[in-house]
């Protein structure tokens, strides 16, 4: 009897929003946990729930949310210092 509720040949979502918070986003990506700061991230900020949530991979390791117009990579989310331009944007 089959335990994992995905069906064989079903392909799961590499980020996932797990909670939007009022300083944070907190995302499962690539199956490990990513706190992301509203203050790193402000495109996020006051944005509609529907529209933080509607995320999608467009290749390996980028991500594009496409009601918000942003475009991230893993890296990025994962090391946002890295990145201090990308909210100046």
């Given at each position: 009897?089959?335990?994992?509720?995905?069906?064989?040949?079903?392909?799961?979502?590499?980020?996932?929003?797990?909670?939007?918070?009022?300083?944070?986003?907190?995302?499962?990506?690539?199956?490990?946990?990513?706190?992301?700061?509203?203050?790193?991230?402000?495109?996020?900020?006051?944005?509609?729930?529907?529209?933080?949530?509607?995320?999608?991979?467009?290749?390996?390791?980028?991500?594009?949310?496409?009601?918000?117009?942003?475009d991230l990579?893993?890296?990025m989310m994962?090391?946002?210092?890295?990145?201090?331009?990308?909210?100046?944007?």
């Open positions: 009897m089959r335990k994992n509720s995905e069906e064989p040949g079903v392909v799961t979502s590499p980020i996932k929003i797990v909670d939007i918070g009022l300083r944070e986003l907190n995302v499962v990506l690539y199956g490990k946990p990513v706190t992301m700061s509203l203050a790193m991230f402000p495109w996020f900020d006051g944005a509609p729930e529907s529209a933080i949530r509607n995320v999608r991979e467009v290749r390996p390791n980028h991500f594009h949310w496409e009601e918000l117009d942003v990579t893993s890296d994962r090391n946002p210092h890295r990145y201090p331009e990308v909210a100046l944007l």
